[in-house]
């Protein structure tokens, strides 16, 4: 069954549609890629998804439940937690204090008192390598320690399903490999769903199970990574420039 | 000259406190209560009226701390409803402008209601020596009580939970939404604790000198300026500000004139917006 469903999803900047006609799926704890070029409505979709924005047009739903216009916080409450292109934390805080506040918000009804969300950041922490960190403000980690953090904010909550944002970018191959260790084990060990956006082939290659082209606000082409990378329209529109890149 | 210190420490303790909420309120929902000093001073009256009704002086000063609590969610159900649906540049403008109106309707029905009506707390006892100066004990109890209120609010922002959520939201509102928060909520909280805090302080401060219904522009002045020099959304900034303003402003008083006081200390809140935008202890983006 699918977990969430983006049904004939639009979402117009002023004459520019960032995002146009959309249907995407996502079943139950599969680990979804979507990539394309810059601009082509990358992010605008995981917003779209956790509210940040709202569709212009279509629906979007969760779990069985209707969430096109639900805000932020209510959707992260619902169970679906997002990590940014940007790292966004909380610099006056420790990273304890930050992974914390996603466990005592980032779940409806959970009523968890303070030193139980205490308790759950430590054990996100600990899953995503940082647990000897866990004292530190944020500024003193640097930029894959940052990342992590985000993850375990993300994951302290318990949420259903994970909006990932080019959380790869600027990552040497080492880090690499941990990220990717990381979101798999997220995957296998708490059955969460997780649409990820990413540049780095390398890492869809090895960690997506189906990935959707986006180009333009529409779907080029979707399917297994294999298959999708060797579709005519990716090769022209994307990856040859992908690959200059490189 | 230490005598003026003192004072000047006294008073800038409780500019500071009333300075907290309104930083609060600006940092988290973008709205500067211009009728902060009016809930001060309405919430002094209840005070006064209950104590003239026979009741304690503690059971009174828990009604006007309960009554400026009360008037932070009133702002919050009503008059601030329409400024929500706004963002940016014309939410604060609008914010202006109908606490503006509030300030006045409290002000003019006070005025026409309890036109003599003051709050004067004396705390008895002789004067204690500080540093050779004779301080007043309603001065010294005022000052207590306005530090022990600044320690619970840092033990409150530093180690509980909900602190920290309110922190979170005035650092960055849509991450904050990300993990969960709902912005709102702590905006509330906020608003019901600077009415509490005012109401505090209007208390503390009839303990040094009398509140009367005309005391309110001059009290949402002082705040506004410490507000403005401490930084948005700082509570150690406003701390800071408030203490060196107070000297400031009790200093200038005597050397100079009163008159000439309250100049000074614009001077001073526009020279921190020109060098310093972020406020004495803020950083630079
Ligand atoms: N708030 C906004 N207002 C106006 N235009 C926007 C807004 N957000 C995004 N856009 C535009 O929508 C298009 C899609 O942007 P989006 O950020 O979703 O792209 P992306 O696929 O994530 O790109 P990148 O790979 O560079 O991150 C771009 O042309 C962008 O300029
Ligand atoms: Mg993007």
Same mark, same amino acid.
Do not use: K
């Given at each position: 069954m699918a977990l969430l469903e983006l049904d004939q999803v639009h979402k117009h900047f002023g004459g520019l549609a960032a995002v146009n006609g959309v249907n995407v799926r996502a079943d139950d704890g599969e680990i979804l890629a979507i990539v394309g070029p810059n601009g082509a409505g990358k992010s605008t979709l995981l917003k779209l998804i956790v509210g940040l924005e709202t569709p212009t047009r279509g629906a979007i739903r969760f779990a069985g439940q209707e969430i096109t216009q639900a805000p932020p916080h209510?959707? @992260?409450?619902? *169970?679906? %937690?997002? !990590?940014?292109? /940007?790292? @966004?934390?909380?610099?006056?805080? /420790?990273?304890?204090?930050?992974?914390?506040?996603?466990?005592?918000?980032? @779940? %409806?009804?959970? =009523? @968890?008192?303070?030193?139980? %969300?205490?308790?759950? %950041? *430590?054990?996100? +922490?600990?899953?995503? *390598?940082?647990?000897?960190?866990?004292?530190?403000? !944020? *500024?003193? +980690?640097?930029? =894959?320690?940052q990342r992590f953090l985000e993850l375990a904010r993300a994951i302290a909550g318990g949420p259903r399903l994970l909006a990932l944002d080019e959380v790869m970018a600027g990552l040497n191959d080492t880090e690499l490999e941990a990220s990717i260790a990381i979101i798999r084990a997220i995957r296998d060990q708490f059955n969460m769903t997780i649409i990820w956006v990413e540049h780095v082939m390398k890492a869809v290659m090895s960690l997506a199970e189906r990935v959707v082209v986006l180009d333009f606000g529409t779907i080029l082409t979707e399917g297994l990574p294999a298959e999708v990378m060797r579709h005519p329209a990716v090769v022209k529109a994307y990856l040859g420039q992908e690959m200059n890149h490189a | 000259m230490i005598a003026n210190i003192l004072d000047g420490i006294v008073l800038g303790l409780q500019f500071g406190l009333l300075a907290v909420g309104l930083t609060?309120?600006? #940092?988290?929902? #973008?709205?500067?209560?211009?009728?902060? #000093?009016?809930?001060?001073?309405?919430?002094?009256m209840v005070v006064a009226l209950a104590q003239a009704a026979g009741l304690p002086i503690w059971l009174a000063a828990g009604l006007g701390l309960l009554a400026g609590g009360l008037m932070g969610l009133i702002l919050d159900l009503t008059i601030l409803r329409p400024v929500y649906r706004l963002r940016g540049e014309a939410r604060v403008l609008l914010s202006l402008l109908l606490t503006l109106g509030v300030s006045f309707t409290v002000e003019g029905f006070l005025n026409w209601r309890y036109a003599l009506g003051a709050l004067s707390l004396r705390i008895g006892g002789g004067a204690v020596e500080i540093l050779g100066v004779p301080m007043r004990r309603g001065s010294l109890a005022a000052s207590a009580i306005t530090l022990a209120t600044f320690a619970a609010l840092f033990l409150f922002f530093r180690y509980t939970s909900l602190g920290r959520a309110v922190r979170s939201v005035i650092e960055d509102q849509e991450g904050a939404r990300l993990v969960g928060i709902y912005p709102h909520r702590m905006l509330r909280l906020i608003l019901v604790l600077s009415g509490v805090l005012a109401a505090l302080v209007a208390i503390t401060r009839a303990m040094v000198t009398p509140i009367d219904v005309h005391s309110g522009l001059s009290i949402t002045t002082f705040a506004l300026i410490v507000t403005v020099v401490g930084g948005l959304g700082n509570v150690a900034g406003a701390l800071l500000a408030g203490l060196i303003l107070g000297i400031v402003n009790a200093v200038a008083a005597d050397l100079i004139g009163t008159y000439i006081s309250l100049i000074i200390l614009l001077g001073a809140a526009a020279l921190t917006i020109l060098t310093r935008p972020a406020g004495l202890l803020g950083v630079r983006e």
């Open positions: 209510r959707v @992260r409450q619902m *169970g679906i %937690a997002m !990590v940014q292109q /940007t790292p @966004r934390h909380f610099a006056s805080m /420790t990273a304890l204090e930050n992974v914390a506040l996603g466990a005592l918000f980032g @779940r %409806a009804g959970a =009523h @968890r008192q303070e030193e139980q %969300a205490l308790e759950l %950041a *430590g054990e996100a +922490l600990s899953f995503v *390598g940082l647990a000897d960190r866990r004292h530190d403000l !944020v *500024g003193h +980690l640097n930029l =894959h320690e | 609060l309120v600006y #940092g988290l929902g #973008g709205v500067l209560n211009l009728a902060h #000093g009016q809930m001060a001073v309405a919430a002094a």
